[in-house]
Nanobody
Framework: QVQLVESGGGLVQAGGSLRLSCAAS????????MGWFRQAPGKEREFVAR????????IGADSVKGRFTISRDNPKNTAYLQMNALKAEDTAVYYC??????????????????WGQGTQVTVSS
């Protein structure tokens, strides 16, 4: 079983950047598809991006394409979400998650087995 801890959230002005980290312990993340999700107040949790085990395949939600980049460093047991050109509508709690799904994984949150506690990202306009 893997434990996930997110960090790097905070308050940033619109147009700014943040880099979220997801540090794993207990097991190597190399066996998992890694994903990032977010949840804004009063809204459902939504998919942001995912990355395959070897890092070759990445998929992002339409709302973040061209602005957010997911990556992973398996030897460091850490996944990342680089967020550029942030908008007020990106304000949410961001969650890191790990999936045992085969292949390139899924964008559905119920396919993810392990979750971090979340980190708050607030973008001021």
């Amino acid at each position: 079983q893997v434990q996930l801890v997110e960090s790097g959230g905070g308050l940033v002005q619109a147009g700014g950047s943040l880099r979220l980290s997801c540090a794993a312990s207990g097991r190597s993340i190399s066996v998992y598809v890694m994903g990032w999700f977010r949840q804004a107040p009063g809204k459902e949790r939504e998919f942001v991006a995912r990355i395959s085990r070897g890092g070759i395949s990445t998929i992002g939600a339409d709302s973040v394409k061209g602005r957010f980049t997911i990556s992973r460093d398996n030897p460091k047991n850490t996944a990342y979400l680089q967020m550029n050109a942030l908008k007020a509508e990106d304000t949410a709690v961001y969650y890191c998650a790990a999936s045992t799904d085969s292949g390139w994984g899924s964008s559905n949150f119920d396919r993810y087995n392990f979750w971090g506690q979340g980190t708050q990202v607030t973008v001021s306009s």
